[in-house]
């Protein structure tokens, strides 16, 4: 069976149309139809069903799909050994993360890897999750990091660390820093969250729901930054990932406070289901997840103590 064959039928079954497959791979339209066409003769099954709105994989096409990805990463994989045979490690990765770990993980984590692969290019794309899974299924990145996300066509995904929520405040609250809080005792509050695109926002409704919590007023800002110099200067509060807060941890231009009950939340690495990651993309996706990992594990530990000195001090 051609190589070509399955990389064809891969391109259809994950844009549903051939007009997009053909996009995809470089060919033309009559050229994937004909590709398509050998592969059912030779599958002896019918793997699509066409119509004008495009095309919707039978059955047999779903065996199928699941076993050309995975054939398809090890025939990547053979040429990306011998690439990593070589002394030097080359190439180029373009690699996708979330605003919370471009602010606490990404320089380190280039700092150290461009030291030991000079010849290597990164390119980095920061955005919300809903745009990176997107970018990964269509190609246009190696890899990214975002929050567990619902099974997509084209994309697989394994879980790298374990984060907590934070609340962030301005820094002139009566609150003490560091010391868990209860938002439903807070009364009414002004949160500045996510747009619903953002993976996290359903798990903060749901958390938001469950608890009873009182809010007067949310805020939809999908900008980091801004989110961090507004709530740094007015009542207005947010709930954030630790390992984004940790680098605050310090400072005084924001309270920080783990979430009484707690909230916590996961990230995983999502790369293509039928390509294998380059040496390059493999070793930069190795250094920025050991950063994450490490980031989360200290941000745990930090606000484990913290919180372990609030209940100790409410018992004496």
């Known amino acids: 069976m051609k190589f070509l064959l399955l990389r064809t039928f891969v391109a259809v079954y994950e844009e549903g149309s051939l007009t997009a497959a053909a996009r ?3 060919a033309t339209q009559s050229g994937i139809s004909t590709r398509i066409k050998e592969l059912e003769e030779t599958l002896g099954v019918r793997l699509f069903e066409r119509s004008i709105v495009g095309v919707t994989p039978t059955p047999h096409a779903e065996l199928v799909y699941h076993r050309a990805t995975r054939i398809l990463r090890e025939v990547c994989a053979i040429s ?9 490690l080359t190439g180029s990765v373009h690699a996708g993360l ?4 471009t602010r606490a993980a990404l320089s380190s984590a280039l700092d150290r890897f461009t030291g030991e692969h000079p010849l290597v290019r990164i390119k980095v794309t920061e955005a919300y999750s809903a745009t990176l899974v997107d970018d990964v299924a269509g190609g246009r990145l190696d890899f990214a990091i975002v929050p567990p996300v619902q099974a997509v066509d084209g994309v697989r995904a394994r879980q790298i660390a374990t984060d907590i929520e934070l609340l962030m405040t301005a820094p002139n609250t009566g609150r003490a820093h560091l010391s868990p809080v209860d938002l439903s005792t807070l009364g009414p509050v002004k949160l500045v969250l996510p747009s619903p695109e953002n993976a996290r926002r359903i798990k903060i409704d749901t958390y938001l729901a469950t608890h009873a919590i009182d809010v007067s007023a949310i805020l939809e800002l999908d900008a980091m930054m801004a989110t961090l110099d507004l709530v740094a200067t007015s009542d207005w509060i947010t709930i954030l990932p630790g390992c984004l ?3 605050d941890i310090d400072r005084p231009e924001h309270k920080l406070h783990p979430l009484s009950p707690t909230m916590g939340g996961d990230y ?8 294998a990651l380059s040496p390059a993309a493999a070793a930069f996706a190795a250094a920025i997840t050991a950063e994450v990992s490490d980031i989360c594990a200290a941000c745990r530990n930090k606000f484990a103590s913290a919180n372990t000195r609030h209940l100790n001090h ?3």
């Open 268 to 275: 995983v690495l999502i790369e293509s289901a039928s390509q």
């Open 80 to 88: 990306h050994d011998m690439v990593a045979t070589s002394a030097q």
């Open 314 to 316: 409410q018992n004496k």
């Open 245 to 247: 807060g940790f680098p």
């Open 98 to 101: 979330m605003p919370s770990i």
């Open 24 to 26: 995809r791979v470089n």
